[in-house]
């Protein structure tokens, strides 16, 4: 904790003089002799500007340590700084993800080797009995594992530092289409009926095409697995500033207590009662890329009446069409 008047420090704690221990005699001097870094500096500055508390990451150059600084004012001039190292958790979200990333990728060649010899040995067994019953199974099975393990290789790709994002524009409307598409035939089998609402058939978002087109297709997939009769409808729309994709349900639907949940990591309604199969990222993922392209993603529902998500994207500037 560091108290700063103006520009200048005040106090110390034995905290922070540890942190910021360039500084012989810190009290008395200006904030910058001390923190020796312009972005704490300037984090001050806008606090005592805005008269609002303010809140930073930075990675110290020489060390290599990561503080988390929060400016807070106290009347016109003077201001609190609270600095805590998070050098250490942030280690430990690397070695989580490093663990994630390693451990899913050391499972893909074992689990698809166990997936190809259970297809060999179905084509060598008779159409019916006990042994079809129980090779179909681990097919299903190892599938399954193998659905988890994409996700989860897809969340670790998310979560590495520098994912590259398109910043271009792309008609919606396309996509869209292709997407569903794409859903048909297994909304067929499933005795559902899939279809788009959109009034304009030029719609244009700007953002990451295949990001956007992930992220729908988590959601999709939801829409079908959490239906048993009725119908999906993809619609899409915009303003004058931006691009609105719902896909609404008349499935299950999702209680009011979990629906603000639904878009963590591993969160399932009902997960003790088992229900439909899954690893609860899907949301988590369509989230992460929605968000990576400044749009946002939210959820409605009526249990027993459907579900509606909405996706929102900046849209492309009209002089684009
Ligand atoms: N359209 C929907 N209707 C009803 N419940 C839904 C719907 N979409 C999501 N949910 C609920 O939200 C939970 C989280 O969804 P999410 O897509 O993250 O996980 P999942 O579908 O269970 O697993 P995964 O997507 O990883 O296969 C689901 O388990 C389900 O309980
Ligand atoms: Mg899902």
Do not use: C
Not at 280 to 299: N, P
């Amino acid at each position: 904790m560091v108290l700063i008047e103006g520009r200048i420090v005040r106090w110390l704690n034995p905290a922070a003089r540890l942190i910021f221990s360039a500084a012989e005699h810190p009290t008395g001097r200006p904030l910058v002799e001390v923190v020796r870094d312009h972005r704490i500096e300037a984090l001050v500055a806008r606090a005592q500007q805005a008269g609002l508390e303010q809140t930073i990451e930075v990675e110290l150059p020489l060390s290599g340590r990561r503080l988390q600084a929060r400016a807070v004012p106290f009347g016109t001039e003077a201001v609190g700084l609270l600095v805590r190292d998070i050098s250490r958790v942030r280690y430990l979200e690397t070695v989580r993800q490093q663990f994630v990333a390693n451990l899913s990728h050391e499972m893909r060649t074992p689990l698809a080797g166990l997936d190809l010899a259970a297809q060999t040995l179905s084509g060598q067994l008779p159409a019916d009995g006990d042994a079809r019953s129980f090779i179909d199974r681990v097919i299903q099975e190892s599938q399954r594992l193998q659905a988890i393990l994409r996700n989860l290789t897809q969340l670790a790709a998310l979560d590495a530092q520098g994912v590259e994002v398109d910043h271009a524009p792309f008609s919606l409307a396309e996509l869209v289409r292709e997407l569903v598409d794409r859903y048909q035939p297994r909304a067929t089998a499933a005795s559902l009926e899939v279809r788009v609402e959109m009034a304009d058939g030029r719609i244009e978002a700007l953002g990451d095409k295949g990001k956007t087109d992930q992220a729908l297709e988590k959601i999709l997939d939801n829409a079908l697995k959490f239906t048993s009769a009725g119908e999906v409808v993809v619609s899409a729309r915009d303003d004058l500033s931006r691009v609105e994709i719902t896909v609404r349900d008349t499935g299950v639907g999702i209680p009011p207590r979990d629906l603000p949940r639904i878009f963590e990591r591993f969160y399932k309604v009902d997960r003790a009662r088992g229900g439909q199969p899954g690893s609860g990222l899907g949301l988590s993922i369509a989230r992460h890329l929605v968000e990576l392209q400044g749009g946002t993603i939210t959820a409605e529902s009526t249990p027993g009446a459907g579900t509606l998500v909405r996706v929102r994207l900046p849209r492309a500037p009209l002089t684009s069409r």
